[in-house]
C-alpha cells in the first residue's frame, strides 16, 4: 500500500481549515448585528421648504405610476392588499395669556430657529391636552379636515401640505405650513404678516398629534398661536389601527 510521502501535511490542512471556520464565523458573529440592527429615526425632524416641496411633490414618473393604477384600478382592487386610510386633522387656535407652561405640556420635542416649539403627543396625552384647552381663553381660527394620501390644503391663509406614511408603531408625517395674514395699517396700507411657518418631518402614535406653538416674542405680545395637527390610521371600516 502506497504511503502519504507527506503525513504531516494532514494536521497542517485540517489546523487551516479550523482557523478559516473560526475567522468565518466571528466575522459573522460581529456583522450580524449590524445587518438586523434598525437604526431609531429622530422623532422630530425640522426641514427646509424645499424638502418639504420635494417630498410632497411627485415627479414625473410617480405621476406616471399613479395614472396606470388609475387605468388598471378596476382589474387591481382583486389583487392587490387594502392599505390603511389615514385621516389628518389640523387646528389653528389663539389663546390669549395661556403660556405653554400652564397647559401641562412638559419640555418641546424641538424648537426650529423661528422659537416655534413642537410636542409630540400620544393619543391618550393628546386627549388630555384638548381638555385642558377647553378651560384656557382663546379662539379657534381654523380648522382642515382631510382624507387619505398627500394633501395640499390652502384655507384662510393657511397653506398646508402633509404627506403620511404608515411606519411599524408609528405615522411617519411630513409637515408643510404657512400661516399669514393681511394687516390694514391706520394709513390705510396692506401688508402680508408670516404668523408661522413649519416645516418637519415626524413620527407620530397612531391617533396622536404634533403640537406646535408660535412663540410669543415673534408676535410680540402675550398671544399665542397654536397648531394641532392630529393623524389616525384605519382600516376599511373607520377603526383605528393598532401599528
Known sequence: MPQDP??????????????????????????????????????????????????????????????????????????RPRKPQVQIFSDILRLD???????????????????????VLSASDLSAFRARLKTAPGIFIVSMASADGKVSQ????????????????????????????????????????????VSSRVLIANAGGLILHVSPQKEGGATNYWIIITTTATDSRGVPLKL
Not at 424638502?51 to 396606470?68: D, E, F, K, M
Open 6 to 79: 507527506n503525513p504531516n501535511q494532514r494536521p497542517r490542512r485540517a489546523r487551516r481549515v479550523i482557523i478559516w471556520v473560526m475567522a468565518a464565523l466571528l466575522l459573522l458573529a460581529v456583522a450580524v448585528p449590524f445587518l438586523f440592527t434598525k437604526h431609531a429615526e429622530p422623532q422630530l425632524v425640522w426641514l427646509t421648504p424645499a424638502q418639504v416641496s420635494q417630498a410632497t411633490h411627485a415627479g414625473p414618473l410617480i405621476r406616471l405610476r399613479y395614472a396606470l393604477i388609475r387605468i388598471a384600478g378596476p382589474l387591481l382592487r382583486f389583487y
Open 97 to 119: 395669556q395661556t403660556p405653554p407652561a400652564n397647559l401641562g405640556l412638559g419640555f418641546p420635542a424641538g424648537t426650529n430657529d423661528d422659537g416655534t416649539c413642537a410636542w
Open 154 to 197: 390652502a384655507t384662510a391663509g393657511v397653506i398646508l401640505s402633509v404627506l403620511p406614511k404608515v411606519m411599524p408603531g408609528a405615522i411617519r408625517l411630513i409637515v408643510g405650513l404657512d400661516w399669514s395674514e393681511k394687516i390694514v395699517s391706520a394709513s390705510n396700507s396692506l401688508s402680508l404678516k408670516t404668523n408661522a411657518a
